[in-house]
Nanobody, 121 residues
Framework: QVQLEESGGGLVQAGDSLRVSCAAF????????MAWFRQGPGKEREFVAG????????YYADSVKGRFTISRDNAKSTIYLEMKNLKPEDTAVYYC??????????????WGQGTQVTVSS
């Protein structure tokens, strides 16, 4: 089983950029599809971005296309989410997940604890 640990969240202003990271530990850390989800106050957890195990395929929610970029460094067993032009509606706890890449949380076997991203207006 893959263990995941997010870092890099914080408080930023609208229009700022921020990068969050997720370190993966475990035997299959480098061979799993990975994704970022987020859960805002009073909202359900939603898919943000996903990346195949090789890094050659990426997927994004419409709400973040053109602003967020997901990437991975398998040598470091780490994935990243580069967020630009942040908006107050991006405020959420961001979770990374490992499993079969899809928009559905049920296809992921491992989840991190989450990192808070707060965007002030």
């Amino acid at each position: 089983q893959v263990q995941l640990e997010e870092s890099g969240g914080g408080l930023v202003q609208a229009g700022d950029s921020l990068r969050v990271s997720c370190a993966a530990f475990g035997r299959s850390a480098g061979s799993s599809g990975m994704a970022w989800f987020r859960q805002g106050p009073g909202k359900e957890r939603e898919f943000v971005a996903g990346i195949s195990w090789s890094g050659t395929s990426t997927y994004y929610a419409d709400s973040v296309k053109g602003r967020f970029t997901i990437s991975r460094d398998n040598a470091k067993s780490t994935i990243y989410l580069e967020m630009k032009n942040l908006k107050p509606e991006d405020t959420a706890v961001y979770y990374c997940a490992a499993g079969v890449v899809s928009e559905h949380p049920s296809t992921y076997k491992s989840w991190g604890q989450g990192t808070q991203v707060t965007v002030s207006s």
